[in-house]
């Protein structure tokens, strides 16, 4: 089943406009996201006999009751129009370890039985690659999907977890020397 | 200006619910939420005279154009009255070697002159509190208040932003015992 997209009510500045004619310009404004330390992850996705892994940044709970993960994804991505149609997504945490899967998946994998980028994959109750690999596991399934603009926030309730390995440290952005959000750059 | 309430539509599920009959169990879920490695930050916020600080560590960037940053705030905070009253947020970034502060602003932060809990403050262009001691800070507009069931979350256009220290390192929830996610929990 198709997603529905739900394009946000746009909001009216609190206060007059005229207040923030001094905007951050984009280096500063680029220095300081790129500041939060988010988690990185690689976001499994799948319709029909498309598969994909995607790493992401843009990654947090939302609500408590149901318990809703959110994902932010690049509406020009393979993996917005696979979460979008085929209605799901799981979440892989990464052991801070090994860090180089992120850079392997930062553009669409390649699958070959059941493996994706030569990592191994199992399907999960939604249909979604869940990587063997992975450190813990969340696979969600779509219950809003919010365009914000340039990407799409995919909020899906966990209707699967697990964890793999207790010990290992989950990796965040900044164990990488990856950087991710800011300013839209050109030619993105 | 009171900020509009967006309640997003509820999506069916993509497949038969009965695929997700084993739901994993309350206390899996909260071990897997908490291994998501979080930023933890200071949301100021304010409404007239009211002003607070409050911990905060479900907060990521949502697009790019315009450049907006997400922000999850229970429902009964005191912030979420705030921010939905007054349509501005701050996001606080701070340095990993004073972690203490997050515990002090658990709960409402108590205001002596241009202090919050004995933390300098000072007014940002929307009225908002930005922490003088923040490692870095984004002052952000509402554009969205999204409840997703306990928490909104209220993503925001950053209209100022600063860095204070661009040498330390800003601090993520996995720098102290804190847990913040998971199941709600029985009279939270």
Same mark, same amino acid.
């Given at each position: 089943?198709?997603?529905?997209?739900?394009?946000?009510?746009? #909001?009216?500045?609190?206060?007059?406009?005229?207040?923030?004619?001094?905007?951050?310009?984009?280096?500063? *404004?680029?220095?300081?996201?790129?500041?939060?330390?988010?988690? #990185?992850?690689?976001? &499994?996705?799948?319709?029909?006999?498309?598969?994909? &892994?995607?790493?992401?940044?843009?990654? +947090?709970?939302?609500?408590? $009751?149901? =318990?809703?993960?959110? =994902?932010?994804?690049?509406?020009?991505?393979?993996?917005?129009?696979?979460?979008?149609?085929?209605?799901?997504?799981?979440?892989? #945490?990464?052991?801070?370890?090994?860090?180089?899967?992120?850079? /392997?998946?930062?553009?669409?994998? $390649? /699958?070959?039985?059941?493996? #994706?980028?030569?990592?191994? *994959?199992?399907? &999960? =109750?939604?249909?979604?690659? *869940?990587?063997?690999?992975?450190?813990?596991?969340?696979?969600?399934?779509?219950?809003?999907?919010?365009?914000? %603009?340039? !990407? +799409?926030?995919?909020?899906?309730?966990?209707?699967?977890?697990?964890?793999?390995?207790? $010990?290992?440290?989950?990796?965040?952005?900044?164990?990488?020397?990856?950087?991710?959000?800011?300013?839209?750059?050109? %030619? !993105?």
């Amino acid at each position: 089943m198709a997603t529905k997209m739900c394009t946000p009510v746009r #909001l009216e500045p609190p206060r007059g406009v005229s207040l923030w004619r001094r905007m951050p310009d984009d280096e500063l *404004i680029n220095r300081v996201t790129w500041k939060i330390p988010n988690a #990185l992850a690689l976001i &499994g996705s799948r319709h029909g006999d498309t598969w994909n &892994g995607m790493t992401a940044s843009w990654i +947090t709970q939302v609500s408590m $009751e149901p =318990v809703l993960i959110g =994902v932010g994804v690049d509406n020009k991505a393979v993996t917005h129009r696979l979460i979008r149609d085929g209605g799901a997504f799981s979440v892989n #945490l990464w052991s801070a370890e090994d860090t180089r899967v992120f850079v /392997k998946f930062s553009k669409p994998a $390649e /699958k070959t039985d059941m493996q #994706l980028n030569g990592r191994p *994959i199992r399907e &999960g =109750v939604t249909g979604v690659p *869940i990587f063997e690999e992975a450190v813990a596991w969340m696979e969600c399934a779509v219950r809003h999907a919010i365009d914000f %603009g340039t !990407h +799409t926030f995919f909020v899906g309730e966990i209707v699967d977890c697990g964890i793999n390995d207790d $010990e290992a440290r989950p990796a965040a952005i900044s164990d990488t020397r990856m950087k991710y959000g800011g300013v839209k750059r050109g %030619g !993105h």
